[in-house]
Every structure is written in structure tokens, then in C-alpha cells.
């Protein structure tokens, strides 16, 4: 995967393809989402059943019962607090959403993976999910992009992961994907968020998602 060098990253082709295969994937299962419009409504929170399958596919609220789940949709959806949570692409509006439903639920960890997942549909350029293995991924990648040991346990908070993911998306594993994309045509012709859903299956792989 990630090398040791900056300057030798480099992604095998066919890790390349099989990112690209399940980013696309992942597009088409939930294209109404990824491209929703920023005037309307986000599919995942506006449908009770459609939250319901959003939860199941991506493992989320696993602690919840059914009826809590759905108070937890209702309350994301009231009041545009989605909305005003990614008006600030640094993420700390999706940091500061997850700790309000935090006071609902048992842990962080839970909640900023839902929410981030939400951010990540309502505004695919810029925000990305937090995941245990995309999380461990980036940190791999931050330390061989920069040459250095990332002494950095975990991420505490969801704008530091998200900023690493930006470093990321600029360095040549970023662009490795950019080149990709520029003799395969992705499902969408929002490259730039398609860009982002490649690197999140990049970093899971890193991050021993598929071991």
C-alpha cells in the first residue's frame, strides 16, 4: 500500500481499480444523497426508511432500539441542524453536532461516524466519514506523506482527521487518483467528491479494513 518515501507513494494499479470499483459502488447505492442539491432535502434523513437502511448498510446506531433511532433522525432533521453543522468546512460544526446527540447516546466514536457519514451526502466535496479504519489509514499515510513518525493516538476531534485528509487528497496519492480518473469515467460528474470517496476506500484498505 502507502510506501515508506513521500516521494515513492505510490498505489498499485490494481489496488487502484478495486478503490475505484467500490467508490463507485458506493455512488450508486446512495447517488440521491451524494447528489441531492444543496436546496433539498438529504434522502437519509428526510425518509424514516430510507434512514433505517443508511443505519443498517453502514453499521451505525448499533447500540439503539428502533424507536430511538428514528427520534435521532427526527432531531437531525429539525431546524436544518445538518445544514449548519457543514456550513463550516473545517468540520467542526460536524464535531459540535456529534457531542449535542452525544448527551443522547453512550459514546462519541458512534455518533461522529453517523454524522460525518450524513456530512460526508450532504456536502461529498469536502467532508468525509470518520471510521475506525479509515482513521488508522490516515494516520499511516500522514506519517509516510511526510516523512515522519505520526505520534498522534487517535483523533480526538473530527477536524484533525478531516484536515489530514485534505493533506492527503493534495499529495501524490490524491493525484495518483486524479490521473486515474482522468481515462475512467466515475458515476458522477462531480469528480472532486468522487476523489474523496476513493480516498476513504483507500484509507480503509490501509487501515486493515479487508484483512
Known sequence: ????????????????????????????????NFEHGSSARLPA???PKRFQKFVYDYSLLRSYKT???EEI????????????????PSGAGVDALAGKLKQKGPCWTEEISLVSKLAAFARPDIFIAYDQFATKGAKICIAEIRDAPN???????YPAY????????????GGQMREYLSTNTPP???KKAFVLRMIDCY???VGGRND
Not at 75 to 86: E, I, K, M, S, V
Not at 165 to 170: G, R
Open 1 to 32: 500500500m502507502c510506501q515508506k518515501k513521500a516521494a515513492s507513494l505510490r498505489i498499485p494499479t490494481e489496488t487502484l481499480k478495486i478503490i475505484y470499483f467500490r467508490a463507485g459502488l458506493n455512488w450508486l447505492s446512495w447517488q440521491d
Open 45 to 47: 434523513l428526510d425518509c
Open 67 to 69: 424507536e430511538e433511532r
Open 73 to 88: 433522525r427526527q432531531w437531525l432533521n429539525c431546524y436544518g441542524r445538518l445544514g449548519t453543522a457543514t456550513n463550516d
Open 151 to 157: 505520534k498522534r493516538k487517535s483523533y480526538q476531534h
Open 162 to 173: 478531516l484536515a489530514d485528509v485534505h493533506e492527503i487528497v493534495k499529495s501524490p496519492v
Open 188 to 190: 458522477t460528474k462531480h
Open 203 to 205: 484509507l480503509m484498505e
